[in-house]
């Protein structure tokens, strides 16, 4: 996080499923990484809208989600995109391997353009540049094949790309 200049994070989080560790916060501390928002989501007394303006006021632009629901992560998306804080709009979102795992594409309205760029921690991630950029690229390839509804020929058939094996995601369809 630091190397990419993300010294000022926002965290959403379910403290009940899947709450974030207090190594997590440790560890951020001592990289010099301020947590400007820690927003529970589990919590029935606040609306996702209420959550969403609280992230937006923070004024960190990188947001970390820690959710472990389809129902969770499109209702969260679907809010963010609502807010105005989606990629599209200048924030990098950031979700653990368990959000990927989770998120039903979908079920939230032009995913694709609001949240492109979207980031995971997987077990890919981080390992070296060539991963990332692999990570990256195949994500927005599949995008690129479900909404031109087939194959580009320069992107997508030049990498032999399976979409089967590729998609992590929960389909809807």
Same mark, same amino acid.
């Given at each position: 996080f630091v190397a990419r200049g993300w010294n000022q994070l926002a !965290? !959403?989080?379910?403290? +009940? +499923? &899947?709450? +974030?560790? &207090?190594?997590? @916060? $440790? &560890? =951020?501390?001592? =990289?010099? %990484?301020? !947590? $400007?928002a820690d927003v529970d989501i589990s919590s029935p007394s606040t609306t996702l809208t209420e959550h969403m303006a609280t992230l937006s006021a923070c004024g960190a632009r990188i947001v970390l989600t820690f959710v472990s629901s389809t129902e969770q992560s499109t209702a969260m998306f679907?809010?963010?995109? =609502?807010?105005g804080l989606g990629t599209v709009d200048g924030y990098q979102w950031v979700g653990t391997e368990q959000a990927m795992a989770t998120l039903d594409v979908y079920a939230i309205a032009n995913f694709e353009r609001d949240f492109e760029g979207i980031m995971f921690l997987s077990? =890919? @991630?981080?390992?070296?540049? $060539?991963? %990332?950029k692999w990570q990256s690229e195949a994500i927005a390839d599949w995008a690129l094949y479900e909404n031109r509804g087939g194959n580009d020929p320069m992107v997508v058939k030049q990498r032999g790309i399976n979409f089967d094996q590729l998609n992590p995601w929960v389909r809807s369809k």
């Open positions: !965290i !959403i989080q379910d403290r +009940v +499923v &899947e709450p +974030v560790s &207090e190594t997590f @916060y $440790l &560890e =951020a501390r001592k =990289a010099g %990484i301020a !947590i $400007l679907t809010a963010a995109a =609502a807010a077990a =890919a @991630y981080g390992i070296d540049d $060539l991963a %990332i």
